[in-house]
């Protein structure tokens, strides 16, 4: 199933400067396209790399929604989607559109029969070790493009499909990647 970042590294590299950006992805075997904001309003609030991953947080500040894009050096074997993914071509990306059920639990949550069927739907996701059930609606948008993996995503969001599809549109169709690296 999807997922962001896996882990954490000991020493943050993290930044609040969009135009600091550069020096942050010399660290990346990888190139990868980023934009400062969205026409919807979502605007850079931090930057970090984790386990060779760049995390980009966004942040609306009129609805105070916050949405990531994790983005990694594309892996061999395409990730599973969840069932009903929207999908939309922009030029020769493949953007596709997902959203499920996260549920965080505590250690001692048993499954019930509705969870185990929604996981095996691919619907739901389960994650363990929150002190009490908290149940979220996960959407985000992945696509592939120059050998980068994107995941723009978020938890409760207010955003539609179309909305998402066309943030993740933005990303494709900015040209600021040798920009970002020349700096």
Same mark, same amino acid.
């Given at each position: 199933?999807?997922?962001?970042? $896996?882990?954490? $590294? !000991?020493?943050?590299?993290?930044?609040? #400067?969009?135009?600091?950006?550069? +020096?942050?992805?010399?660290?990346?075997?990888?190139?990868?396209?980023?934009?400062?904001?969205?026409?919807?309003?979502?605007?850079?609030?931090? !930057?970090?790399?984790?386990?060779?991953?760049?995390?980009?947080?966004?942040?609306?500040?009129? $609805?105070? =929604?916050?949405?990531?894009? *994790?983005?990694?050096?594309?892996?061999?074997?395409? =990730?599973?989607?969840?069932?009903?993914?929207?999908?939309?071509? @922009?030029? +020769?990306?493949?953007?596709?559109? *997902?959203?499920? #059920? *996260?549920?965080?639990?505590?250690? +001692? *949550?048993?499954?019930? =029969?509705?969870?185990?069927?929604?996981? !095996?739907?691919?619907?739901?996701?389960?994650?363990?070790?929150?002190?009490?059930?908290?149940?979220?609606?996960?959407?985000?948008?992945?696509?592939?493009?120059? +050998?980068?993996?994107?995941?723009?995503?978020?938890?409760?969001?207010?955003? $539609?499909?179309?909305?998402?599809?066309?943030?993740? !549109?933005?990303?494709?169709?900015?040209?600021?990647? @040798?920009?970002?690296?020349?700096?």
């Amino acid at each position: 199933m999807l997922g962001g970042l $896996t882990g954490c $590294t !000991a020493q943050s590299s993290e930044i609040n #400067d969009f135009n600091k950006l550069g +020096d942050l992805t010399k660290q990346l075997n990888f190139s990868p396209k980023c934009v400062s904001g969205f026409s919807n309003g979502f605007l850079f609030a931090v !930057a970090d790399i984790m386990e060779n991953e760049l995390l980009l947080g966004y942040e609306n500040p009129q $609805t105070a =929604e916050t949405i990531n894009c *994790y983005m990694k050096a594309a892996p061999e074997a395409v =990730e599973p989607l969840p069932p009903n993914t929207q999908q939309r071509q @922009e030029g +020769d990306v493949l953007l596709s559109c *997902y959203q499920f #059920d *996260y549920k965080f639990v505590p250690p +001692d *949550y048993e499954e019930t =029969e509705e969870d185990k069927a929604a996981v !095996a739907a691919g619907s739901l996701q389960l994650a363990w070790g929150s002190s009490e059930v908290e149940e979220h609606i996960m959407q985000g948008i992945v696509w592939q493009e120059d +050998d980068v993996q994107y995941q723009l995503s978020g938890m409760d969001l207010t955003l $539609t499909a179309d909305e998402m599809l066309d943030m993740a !549109a933005q990303i494709v169709n900015s040209d600021n990647q @040798e920009k970002i690296l020349a700096n």
